[in-house]
């Protein structure tokens, strides 16, 4: 099986009518049920009809690391997420499963936007085009204070204006929504998903001596922020959007 060849529009991080941003980790082991996976989640989808209005997008990445499928959507409110879990999910879940059995579900996250930074490349690439790779980072904070994870994403902000990633497009932030125990986000986190011109490009980045090449003090405020305890990254590249259709 081969991924779908009309994957769709990129989504749209930054729209303001998305008040519940949800992201989730399937590992499936091989890219083989990868594709088989892509495919199955698909059938379930194109062969059902939309859940709800409140849903604006639902979007599948597969990861670079032959196993893992991220999921991304983007809902109007965290209460309408609720009832399309309890009504619709385990039929979509089920048809999957069928077709690609022993799937891991990894967990689920709740997160809001909160910032983006944006390269002069991407405009002249453009914020829809797909770009090479698409990289996702969990930072972990020791602090439930929101305020400090939004003081480090303002940090990393102003070190990325100031000494940007050469590759790096942009980077959307996003903050862990607080308390919400069913989805089991209670952590203090941050989540950075970023897109890249290439696999080249994040590389170069991540072999770089030093905070981006050393002596800037922005990257060194970043990197010592006394607050934040750990991070952990995942890399992808976009298989399938599904988008909320037009009203009639």
Known sequence: MSAPTSPGPLPDLTRPDVGAALFSTWSVGTPERQRAAV????AAWDSRPW????????????????????HHSQWADEAAYHAFFLTQRQQRNDAIDAAVPDIKRLGLAYYRHYRSFQAPAAAAQGATTDPGLFVVVEIDFNDPDP????????????ALESEPDQ??????????????????????RVLNYARWTDVEAYEAALAADGPRGGGSSAWDRVLDFPARVGASSRSYRFRRSFVRPSAS
């Open 147 to 158: 305020q400090i994870r939004r003081s480090w994403v303002d940090l990393v902000i102003e």
């Open 167 to 188: 590759g790096l497009l942009s980077a959307d932030f996003h903050l862990i929504a607080d308390g919400e125990r069913h989805l089991s986000t209670d952590r203090a």
């Open 51 to 70: 859940p709800a209005p409140e849903l604006l997008s639902y979007n599948l990445y597969e990861g670079t690391d032959g196993d893992t499928l991220m």
């Open 39 to 42: 495919d199955a989640i698909a």
